[in-house]
């Protein structure tokens, strides 16, 4: 299946024959916008408006491709096949009109239709002129009003799009802000999330906090927006030294959870650089635990760094804060660069990190807690890992090499 998005509009990329579609049907949405402006992904992602059977049609193909299917919106009659590499949703013209269903949608550059049977656009909203200008624009006031989810959606699409919002859009999002509070915080999560992974996207950031839309998840966040705009600059110039680093901050917390390490980094910009008021913000949100604990993490580890202005770190901190940070340790060092330290002054901690070897950034266990319980006969218990720790934290100040020093050391703080 090809990678490019530009060749979307050709039947032959698409997982299933044109002639499983029943006439008429239009592709709509990302995928028409993202094909006029030869955007590529590697996932294809396809958005089908039908003006009948829409659920029937995606569970049809379904079958007959054996690919995954999945009722989204009964009430709508909306419907996902999954095949490999490529999604396509299936739905219901609102009104059992394209027409309609086309003056509903959020901005015009989403509201371009292709009909595939005839190989012709329908785009009532002047949406490629739009394109062109490189600019997201309302169809309605009252469209936004529908789902307040889109007021926020106008700037993560800006961020991604590298265009600009329309003014008396923005003027119409500045009036409508106080109605996200009515989205889940689930789903304006995930559009922050959107926003945090696209690169450069601090203006966009900074706009959607100062007509409202952040705002109230982060009060502080005026005062951090130079230090977030630093972000990226900081990865890029680690990155040149350290390639590594770069690769990391990419990659995603998790398989389920798709922030990136960087986004991580640019998350603690926007909270208030008290823990436990950051907390609170973070926990209204409803973050998951692992980017609760992520995001901390990086904030504790700023702290910490900051005892560096005044001495250097002794090897016990340095190893609590290895273990407390773990694969967040480049997104801490790029924190810190744009926060003002200088790479010269932690460098000596990054190379410790990139040393699978160095015994402080990665100690290796002399002895496991199974065989410590045998040596001393003892029963399971906490006070087994906290003779662990005390054993690790002996061999990288030097004061134990071997197993039989470790076993005497953990007799003696017996």
């Known amino acids: 299946m090809p990678e490019a998005l530009a060749d979307v509009f050709s039947p032959a990329t698409w997982p299933f024959e044109l002639n499983d579609l029943p006439q ?15 955007r590529t992904t590697p996932i294809l992602d396809l958005d089908f408006v039908l003006l009948q059977d829409a659920v029937k049609t995606a569970r049809t193909l379904a079958e007959q491709y054996q690919a995954g299917f999945v009722l989204l919106d009964a009430q709508r009659h909306i419907a996902r096949v999954v095949f490999d590499q490529v999604t396509v949703d299936f ?101 922050l999330v959107y926003l945090l992974n696209t690169p450069n996207a601090t203006p966009l950031i900074q706009q959607a906090w100062e007509v409202g839309l952040l705002s109230p998840y982060f009060k502080g966040a005026d005062q951090q927006f130079k230090r977030l705009s630093q972000i990226d600059i900081s990865a890029i110039k680690v990155g040149e030294i350290y390639p ?54 990086i904030l504790k580890g700023l702290s910490q760094l900051k005892l560096l202005k005044t001495r250097e770190l002794s090897l016990r ?40 070897n160095d015994p402080v950034a990665h100690p290796q266990l002399l002895l496991t807690g199974n065989e410590l319980m045998e040596a001393l006969n003892l029963r399971p218990s906490p006070k087994i890992g906290e003779l662990l720790l005390e054993i690790q934290l002996g061999q990288i100040e030097g004061k134990i090499t071997t197993i039989e020093e470790a076993i005497a050391f953990a007799q003696q703080l017996l």
């Open 317 to 356: 901190e340095q190893y609590f804060l290895f273990q407390n940070l773990g694969l967040l340790f480049s997104a801490l060092i790029v924190s810190a660069i744009a926060d003002g330290f200088s790479l010269e002054s932690i460098s000596p901690l990054m190379n410790r990190y990139l040393n699978p």
């Open 91 to 191: 739905a219901q013209a609102q009104g059992n009109s394209l027409e309609q269903d086309l003056r509903r949608r959020d901005f015009t550059v989403n509201a371009i239709a292709f009909d595939p049977f005839t190989q012709t656009f329908i785009d009532l909203n002047k949406g490629q002129e739009d394109l062109q200008r490189r600019l997201i624009k309302m169809i309605s006031p009252e469209n936004l009003q529908d789902d307040p989810l889109r007021l926020l959606r106008g700037y993560r699409q800006a961020a991604q799009l590298g265009f600009k919002i329309e003014d008396q859009t923005q003027a119409t999002i500045q009036e409508f802000a106080p109605l996200l509070s009515r989205v889940a915080v689930e789903r304006i999560r995930t559009e």
């Open 244 to 297: 590594q680093v770069l690769l990391e901050l990419s990659q995603e917390l998790s398989y389920t959870l798709k922030i990136s390490r960087l986004a991580i980094a640019k998350l603690t910009c926007l909270l208030n650089q008290d823990i436990t008021l950051a907390e609170t913000e973070l926990l209204g949100l409803k973050l998951s635990k692992l980017e609760l604990k992520s995001t901390l993490a």
């Open 24 to 38: 008429p049907a239009y592709l709509v949405g990302g995928a028409v916008r993202d094909g006029l402006m030869g």
